[in-house]
């Protein structure tokens, strides 16, 4: 089956997509992206990550049409027509010079993809990410940290390692040694029966999925607390999981060969791992 892509404006086969070998994105990585995920058709909370996507531009320096790219996301994902799909919006300042010059960038380039998307088995779901500590470091006073940057080496690195020791995904900590995300995550724990999760500051991306779970937590009527988590009180929770558009919650039951919870899936990453699917089904049914 042939793949399109949104590409300079127009839907053409993913085989023609072209970029050129000066556009910034490629050159020094100036760019931006986001993944989404949609089910049979219908892209959740779309407008959330484009009003994410639009801020980070605004915050570098490139100007988006947010109206002409939500429209390239649905026509992308309805010509592709899978039915269960990864979209990937990537954006960069576009063509310029050699020498380092944004002001030589004078229109924009943003590309959407719609690939086919395999969820995990439901015995992942069962069994939990086995996941490890990345002896890299977030910076909490870096403003690229705060938005999804197209230049993700740390993040491919950390997740190199982690294939590289068996496991699932590579846990941040931050230049304080405060626990921050994953390389691809958020990161939540269970703690006293209250759910915890590293505060924004911390040097994590404000995530779609985490904002969405914060009001699964409440009318499952739990607490949640938005705090400093060290990496003892990870390792010493009750439970431990993980969210982003795709995964959606994946519970963590080890780290770094250390079990979490007695290395089983707890009762609250059980109940909002359901409440969230639900949450997206009745999003999704009321369009």
Known sequence: MQE??????KLIPRTEARVSVLDYGFLFGYGLYETIRAY???????DAHLL???ASAKSIGIKLDI???RQAVLDTVKANGFLDTRVRITV??????????LASCERPTFIVLAGEYHPFAAEKYEKGFNVVVSPVRRNSRSPVTFMKSANSMENMLARQQAKNAGADEALFLNERNYVTEASGSNVFIVADGVVVTPRLKSGILPGVTREALFGVVGQANLKVLEANVRLRQLLAAEEVFLTNSLIEVMPITAVDGEAIGGGKVGPVTKKLMYAYRQLVA??????
């Open 4 to 9: 399109f892509v949104h590409f300079d404006g």
């Open 40 to 46: 049979n058709g219908k892209v959740f909370r779309l």
């Open 52 to 54: 994410r996507l639009d």
């Open 67 to 69: 109206a002409a790219l």
């Open 92 to 101: 960069s300042a576009g063509e310029g010079t050699m020498t380092p010059n």
């Open 282 to 287: 009745s999003e999704l049914r009321a369009r």
